[in-house]
């Protein structure tokens, strides 16, 4: 019965009671904005929501972790060292640049729908990425690459075998911190026409229906925790088999 003590567990189950329970909680929502005519959101299930919400994440962190860990690579080797300023600045620039002004610039080049939204999470998400791997390169010990030469191995199979599972559970720190910014930052792709959880919160403020609101950042927020003690879960086991 150990795994009653895994807090994921419980977070699991209650993302789950919350998702089937909250159509029927119009009472509950009822006497809590009595002012409100209709207090509960019934234009689109919010199992549908969540699944758009979790399917926009995962393909914008797809590219994020692509482009990141591919960037992170080149610029950590000696061909690619002189770049490392230029690629850290852009990717910060990327970062510092509003997910918002992002999308109104790219609106109207592609129009509404998925991709500017996609665009703007991949560019949000890239730099934590980055610095996950840069960093998990950079405390990978020289004797250790060293020896590795030493015994025969190529530089490919070196990075692979040893370099990258030396430097795993630090960039996998970096995707985890640019997951659970992108779960957040993914609300405001229903700004631009896409199914999100963001879509009730973004009806409910501009019809200030702030029942709306709740409903979705309750969700949008209980995922955040799920993902992250997933992927905290998912730390702890590296670093077992590493010690």
């Known amino acids: 019965m150990r795994w009653l003590r895994e807090p994921l567990i419980w977070l699991v189950l209650l993302f789950g009671a919350l998702l089937y329970g909250l159509p029927y909680s119009e009472p509950l929502f009822r006497w809590l904005f009595p002012d409100l005519a209709n207090p509960l959101w019934h234009q689109q299930s919010f199992a549908s929501l969540t699944l758009a919400h979790l399917a926009l994440v995962v393909v914008s962190e797809l590219v994020a972790v692509a482009i990141g860990l591919g960037l992170g690579l080149a610029v950590s080797r000696p061909g690619g060292r002189e770049f490392r300023p230029l690629v850290e600045t852009i990717a910060a620039v990327g970062q510092t640049f509003p997910p918002v002004a992002v999308l109104a610039v790219a609106v109207p080049v592609m129009g509404f ?5 996609l665009i ?8 934590p990425v980055l610095q996950g791997t840069l960093a998990g390169l950079a405390v990978v010990p020289v004797e250790v690459k060293q020896v590795a030469s030493g015994v025969g191995m190529g ?4 990075l692979w075998q040893v370099e990258l599972s030396l430097a795993a ?3 996998l720190a970096g995707v985890r911190t640019s997951t659970v910014i992108n779960i957040g930052t993914a609300t405001l792709a229903s700004t631009v026409g896409v199914n999100s959880l963001g879509t009730p919160v973004i009806i409910g403020l501009s019809a200030f229906n ?3 609101v709740l409903q979705g950042a309750l ?7 799920v993902i992250d003690r997933a992927f905290g879960l998912w730390l702890r086991r590296l670093n077992y088999h590493a010690e």
């Open 113 to 117: 729908g998925a991709l500017p939204a």
């Open 120 to 127: 703007a999470l991949a560019l949000y998400g890239l730099l």
């Open 155 to 158: 530089s490919w199979r070196r």
């Open 169 to 171: 559970p630090v960039i």
């Open 210 to 212: 702030t029942a709306y």
């Open 219 to 225: 969700l949008v927020a209980l995922m955040a925790i």
